[in-house]
């Protein structure tokens, strides 16, 4: 019996929805990249390629993200539990797993044919969801066509720019810039015709899901620390004060994302657009946050390129958050302090950079100022 290809529009305002199991699978599929892209930004810096390493972590990041926030949102609006969603569903988590195992390319700046492949799996499997929902939503048979042929586009670039030009070219990073534009530019596009479906608190659900989950990358470098003591069955001050603090900073992001106020508002579809793409920098500034203290164990104490990029990473984050969220929430002076906490951050890597101890304080700080401020509606 063949699957029937028909995803039907949910309620976007069905009471009580939440994460299903499926998407709590796929979130460790995804997880599962962005471990190996940490990992890769790691070792390049300890190999002396730190600005290389940057570019080549957000890179495949953002390839990481985007198939995961496509697949969260579509989800959001047409996840009906049918056998065809859910292998559909089990044909992208693939696609990722073979898009981590290819990643190291990356790094090595050699041919990224595996990730390309997972890629293109990922991709081509949103292509049958668009085209599920156009038969299955006649409303916004305009829109699902749309995205089904933006996608499609798109990939075809992929295929012939990636295949055409090694990672190690001047050109790869153009190239590259180029096809991110394309695809943050296909929902902006394709969604003008008739919005989709999707639940507003689905939507908050799964992202802030994510958030702990990238944010397992900073726990698994603590307890790595601990671990590494010079006698593991005895406590050591220094590994565990190290601990404490690098514990401590995870606790406040912790605290800084999630807050009393509302997340993500009704206020129409380019404030969406921005909250879901900004989650980019939020999501991989903590993993780059998990990826610093991994510096810090492995150099066994105080580095200044660990804390420097751990630095760099805690502020990028108080910005996005204020971008996105805390400048449409917030009124008065408390409207500043995730603004004043990034620069304040910044400011401390650009002038040593500060020991882990003075990060750690500014981010308590900024944390507890951040929460005590009165939510305001917009």
Same mark, same amino acid.
């Given at each position: 019996?063949?699957?029937?290809?028909?995803?039907?529009?949910?309620?976007?305002?069905?009471?009580?929805?939440?994460?299903?199991?499926?998407?709590?699978?796929?979130?460790?599929?995804?997880?599962?990249?962005?471990?190996?892209?940490?990992?890769?930004?790691?070792?390049?810096?300890?190999?002396?390629?730190?600005?290389?390493?940057?570019?080549?972590?957000?890179?495949?990041?953002?390839?990481?993200?985007?198939?995961?926030?496509?697949?969260?949102?579509?989800?959001?609006?047409?996840?009906?539990?049918?056998?065809?969603?859910?292998?559909?569903?089990?044909?992208?988590?693939?696609?990722?797993?073979?898009?981590?195992?290819?990643?190291?390319?990356?790094?090595?700046?050699?041919?990224?044919?595996?990730?390309?492949?997972?890629?293109?799996?990922?991709?081509?499997?949103?292509?049958?969801?668009?085209?599920?929902?156009?038969?299955?939503?006649?409303?916004?048979?305009?829109?699902?066509?749309?995205?089904?042929?933006?996608?499609?586009?798109?990939?075809?670039?992929?295929?012939?720019?990636?295949?055409?030009?090694?990672?190690?070219?001047?050109?790869?990073?153009?190239?590259?810039?180029?096809?991110?534009?394309?695809?943050?530019?296909?929902?902006?596009?394709?969604?003008?015709?008739?919005?989709?479906?999707?639940?507003?608190?689905?939507?908050?659900?799964?992202?802030?899901?994510?958030?702990?989950?990238?944010?397992?990358?900073?726990?698994?470098?603590?307890?790595? $620390?601990?671990?590494?003591?010079?006698?593991?069955?005895?406590?050591?001050?220094?590994?565990?004060?190290?601990?404490?603090?690098?514990?401590?900073?995870?606790?406040?992001?912790?605290?800084?994302?999630? $807050?009393?106020?509302?997340?993500?508002?009704?206020?129409?579809?380019?404030?969406?657009?921005?909250?879901?793409?900004?989650?980019?920098?939020?999501?991989?500034?903590?993993?780059?946050?998990?990826?610093?203290?991994?510096?810090?164990?492995?150099?066994?104490?105080?580095?200044?390129?660990?804390?420097?990029?751990?630095?760099?990473?805690?502020?990028?984050?108080?910005?996005?958050?204020?971008?996105?969220?805390?400048?449409?929430?917030?009124?008065?002076?408390?409207?500043?302090?995730?603004?004043?906490?990034?620069?304040?951050?910044?400011?401390?890597?650009?002038?040593?950079?500060?020991?882990?101890?003075?990060?750690?304080?500014?981010?308590?700080?900024?944390?507890?100022?951040?929460?005590?401020?009165?939510?305001?509606?917009?």
């Amino acid at each position: 019996m063949m699957l029937d290809l028909r995803f039907t529009p949910r309620d976007p305002d069905e009471p009580n929805r939440s994460a299903t199991p499926l998407e709590l699978l796929f979130d460790l599929a995804s997880v599962v990249a962005i471990g190996v892209a940490a990992q890769g930004l790691v070792e390049s810096i300890e190999a002396g390629r730190t600005v290389a390493g940057l570019i080549d972590y957000l890179c495949s990041f953002f390839m990481i993200w985007w198939a995961w926030m496509n697949y969260t949102w579509f989800a959001s609006a047409y996840d009906d539990h049918s056998p065809a969603f859910r292998l559909l569903t089990m044909v992208i988590m693939f696609g990722a797993l073979m898009l981590a195992a290819g990643i190291d390319a990356v790094f090595d700046r050699t041919p990224i044919l595996l990730v390309l492949a997972g890629f293109s799996v990922m991709r081509l499997a949103m292509v049958l969801f668009w085209i599920g929902a156009s038969r299955g939503d006649p409303g916004r048979r305009t829109t699902a066509r749309r995205y089904a042929m933006g996608i499609t586009l798109m990939q075809g670039y992929w295929l012939v720019a990636m295949t055409a030009v090694m990672p190690s070219a001047l050109l790869f990073l153009p190239l590259f810039l180029v096809g991110v534009a394309g695809e943050l530019s296909v929902p902006a596009l394709a969604e003008r015709h008739a919005a989709t479906t999707w639940h507003r608190g689905h939507i908050v659900s799964r992202y802030g899901r994510l958030t702990l989950i990238v944010l397992g990358q900073c726990f698994a470098s603590i307890v790595l $620390t601990i671990q590494l003591a010079p006698e593991p069955s005895l406590l050591d001050a220094g590994r565990l004060w190290q601990a404490f603090l690098l514990a401590v900073i995870a606790f406040s992001i912790w605290g800084l994302y999630f $807050t009393d106020d509302p997340q993500l508002d009704n206020s129409g579809y380019g404030r969406a657009l921005l909250w879901g793409y900004g989650h980019f920098f939020i999501f991989s500034t903590i993993a780059a946050a998990g990826a610093s203290m991994r510096l810090l164990i492995e150099g066994h104490g105080e580095t200044p390129l660990g804390n420097g990029i751990l630095g760099l990473a805690l502020a990028c984050l108080a910005a996005t958050l204020w971008i996105v969220r805390d400048r449409y929430r917030l009124k008065g002076m408390a409207r500043w302090w995730l603004p004043c906490l990034a620069i304040m951050l910044l400011l401390l890597t650009l002038a040593s950079p500060a020991p882990v101890e003075a990060i750690a304080l500014v981010l308590v700080i900024g944390t507890l100022l951040r929460r005590r401020a009165p939510p305001h509606g917009t």
